[in-house]
Each structure stands twice: as structure tokens, then as C-alpha cells.
T-cell receptor
Framework: GENVEQHPSTLSVQEGDSAVIKCTYS??????FPWYKQELGKRPQLIID?????GEKKDQRIAVTLNKTAKHFSLHITETQPEDSAVYFC??????????????FGKGTMLLVSP | DGGITQSPKYLFRKEGQNVTLSCEQN?????MYWYRQDPGQGLRLIYY???????QKGDIAEGYSVSREKKESFPLTVTSAQKNPTAFYLC?????????????FGQGTRLTVV
């Protein structure tokens, strides 16, 4: 099955700096890569995603890049703010079965943004 | 946000007892999942169900059981065979559109064995 590795496990930055979280995946058939943000005490929520036919996608201060050949994808947050502090999870969509796919998550990165 | 409800939010269990965690969704999603979240371990898949009356083991299914008798409901039973059941449990449902699978999570149940 799919295996997703995520690094680093914790990341501390100063407000205004950029943050980068990296993930690798093992299943070359995976073609969809979402990122989830989990604030303290809350449920994970989708913040951005990318498909394998796209190399980069941006949404305001966040962007995701994908290198399908190397099987890795990254989340980039620019101009970080204290409210960006949370745990971030990457995920990969497994091989579709009868129109359905399962998601395999990385272990998460705790991002701490200091004022 | 909303649409998938877990109950209770906090649950205490004595060792040796089975306990069932509830998960209900009104999003009309076919697929539902149970994840366990431990510090530093991320989200680990316990069981998933892609359709009513069918479910599959995830990576850490030992000591857990599920049922999927209705599309809206996917209860998880933590049995006494689970060696380390104290954890935060997240239920999710998902929809796949044009190859994109988006998961929606419940608020979670924190289970503590006392």
C-alpha cells in the first residue's frame, strides 16, 4: 500500500518568515495530494490540494509543489502569521477502487510561528 | 465544517470493557474512515468502508471492530483486546469527484482507559 513520509515533525519560525513542509510517497499510481491543517483542539480541515497533472498550485500565502518523478510534494507558507500555528498533514490518494480512493496521511508537522 | 458528528467528545473506560464510539454523517458520502491520533504518530487508519455492508482493515485494526449497516453511520468498537486504547479517535467521510478525494472529519472522541 501507499506510504507517506513527512518532514520535519516540528518547525519553528518567526512571524513573517517562510515555512516549508516536505512529503514523499511510495505509490507511483497516487495522483492526488491534499494538505490538511489541524488547529489545537479542532478537526483537520483541507487547506489546499494538487493533482499529478499540475506542478504547482497557489492560494494566497500558501502553495504546493509536486515532483511526480521524484515522488515528493511540498507545502510552502509565506509571510507566516501566529494563526498559521497548527499541525499540518500531507496525504496521498491511493489507487482508486471502483471509483473510490482512500487517503494515506503523513505523521504531521507541528508549525509554531512566534510573534 | 459540520455534517459529520462524533459522540461522545470524551469517554472513559475501565480496563477490560468494550466501548463503542459513534460516527454519523449527513453528507451522503459513501466512504467513511476511522483514524487514531497519538502524539507524534499522525493519523493512523483503523478501518474504512467504501460502501454499505462492506469494510476493510486499515493499518492498525487489531483490537477494533466496525459495522456499516447504514450509509450514515460507521460505529467503532474498541474491544478489550486493544492493548493501548487511550487515544484521540477521528472519524471521517469522503467524496471523490473527478479523481479528487476530499475527507471531512468529525470533532473527535478522546478515549481514556482508567
Amino acid at each position: 500500500g501507499e506510504n507517506v513520509e513527512q518532514h520535519p515533525s516540528t518547525l519553528s519560525v518567526q512571524e513573517g518568515d517562510s515555512a516549508v513542509i516536505k512529503c514523499t510517497y511510495s505509490d507511483s499510481a497516487s495522483n492526488y495530494f491534499p494538505w490538511y491543517k489541524q488547529e489545537l483542539g479542532k478537526r483537520p480541515q483541507l487547506i489546499i490540494d494538487i493533482r499529478s497533472n499540475v506542478g504547482e498550485k497557489k492560494d494566497q500565502r500558501i502553495a504546493v509543489t509536486l515532483n511526480k518523478t521524484a515522488k515528493h510534494f511540498s507545502l510552502h507558507i509565506t509571510e507566516t502569521q501566529p494563526e498559521d500555528s497548527a499541525v499540518y498533514f500531507c496525504a496521498a490518494s491511493g489507487t482508486p477502487f471502483a471509483g473510490y480512493s482512500t487517503l494515506t496521511f503523513g505523521k504531521g508537522t507541528m508549525l509554531l510561528v512566534s510573534p | 465544517d459540520g455534517g459529520i458528528t462524533q459522540s461522545p467528545k470524551y469517554l472513559f473506560r475501565k480496563e477490560g470493557q468494550n466501548v463503542t464510539l459513534s460516527c454519523e454523517q449527513n453528507l451522503n458520502h459513501d466512504a467513511m474512515y476511522w483514524y487514531r491520533q497519538d502524539p507524534g504518530q499522525g493519523l493512523r487508519l483503523i478501518y474504512y468502508s467504501q460502501i454499505v455492508n462492506d469494510f476493510q482493515k486499515g493499518d492498525i485494526a487489531e483490537g477494533y471492530s466496525v459495522s456499516r449497516e447504514k450509509k450514515e453511520s460507521f460505529p467503532l468498537t474498541v474491544t478489550s483486546a486493544q492493548k493501548n486504547p487511550t487515544a484521540f479517535y477521528l472519524c471521517a467521510s469522503s467524496v471523490t469527484r473527478q479523481g479528487n478525494t476530499e475527507a471531512f472529519f468529525g470533532q473527535g472522541t478522546r478515549l481514556t482507559v482508567v
